[in-house]
């Protein structure tokens, strides 16, 4: 019985480590960005965000929640899903563009 449960429970962290890195990434293609990567590799892997609001940049993928990249010193420090606190995305469309 002890090698079925280890069993199962491998099978669940392996399925999980997908939800886990989602938490706290964002997934451009095959390419995945975290806090701690320069902001030209965000840039070089995901191309420019949708809008701009001083260090936040919101990217919006197509099937996916509205992400919120926080860059700090030209690099990533928090990637977090786009909120009703984040008004500043939401009085336009399009974000920062006119």
Same mark, same amino acid.
């Given at each position: 019985? +002890?090698?079925?449960?280890?069993?199962?429970?491998?099978?669940?962290? &392996?399925?999980?480590? !997908?939800? &886990?890195?989602?938490?706290?990434?964002?997934?451009? $293609?095959?390419? %995945? %960005? +975290? !806090?701690?990567?320069?902001?030209?590799?965000?840039?070089?892997?995901? $191309?420019?965000?949708?809008?701009?609001?001083?260090?936040?940049? @919101?990217?919006?993928?197509?099937?996916?929640? !509205?992400?919120?990249?926080? &860059? $700090?010193?030209?690099?990533?420090?928090?990637?977090?899903?786009?909120?009703?606190?984040?008004?500043?995305?939401?009085?336009? !469309? @399009? $974000?920062?563009?006119?």
């Amino acid at each position: 019985m +002890s090698n079925n449960y280890l069993s199962v429970l491998t099978v669940v962290l &392996i399925l999980s480590v !997908p939800l &886990i890195t989602h938490a706290d990434s964002l997934r451009c $293609g095959g390419d %995945i %960005i +975290s !806090p701690g990567d320069t902001e030209q590799q965000l840039l070089d892997v995901c $191309g420019n965000p949708v809008s701009r609001e001083g260090g936040d940049w @919101l990217y919006e993928k197509e099937g996916s929640i !509205p992400r919120v990249v926080t &860059i $700090g010193n030209g690099v990533v420090m928090f990637i977090r899903d786009l909120d009703e606190s984040d008004a500043g995305f939401g009085t336009h !469309p @399009l $974000g920062d563009r006119p």
